[in-house]
């Protein structure tokens, strides 16, 4: 089992930064990790996603440049820089945790989810 808490999210102006925190707890050894948001009326998408090493990072395409994704060196808390923030980004977004090391994009592939922290871009 792995138990994922997140935290950060808040109300921030356009153009402004977050850091998006995920503590990791239980199983998390050689387990990719990945950030997916959710804004009302539409699903889950993919944000980012991070290897166990750190070394492979993916983002989707509507973040990239803007978002970065790290790992410490304990390796059970995944960072979510989110920098240049849009009102777009505006959602709830979820810490996911997978049983291998694939880093993937679909949900279906995390097995474990935190509740989420909601961000909200005002304009």
């Known amino acids: 089992q792995v138990q994922l808490v997140e935290s950060g999210g808040k109300l921030v102006q356009a153009g402004g930064s977050l850091r998006l925190s995920c503590a990791a707890s239980?199983?998390?050894?050689?387990?990719?990790m990945g950030w997916f948001c959710q804004a009302p009326g539409k699903e889950r998408e993919f944000v980012s996603a991070i290897s166990w090493s750190g070394h492979n990072t993916y983002f989707a395409d509507s973040v990239r440049g803007r978002f970065t994704i790290s790992r410490d060196n304990s390796k059970t808390t995944v960072v979510l820089q989110m920098n240049s923030l849009k009102p777009e980004d505006t959602a709830v977004y979820y810490c996911?945790?997978?049983?291998?090391?694939?880093?993937?994009?679909?949900?279906?592939?995390?097995?474990?989810w935190g509740q989420g922290t909601q961000v909200t871009v005002s304009s």
């Open positions: 239980g199983r998390t050894f050689s387990t990719a």
């Open positions: 996911a945790a997978r049983v291998d090391d694939n880093i993937g994009t679909m949900a279906s592939e995390y097995a474990y």
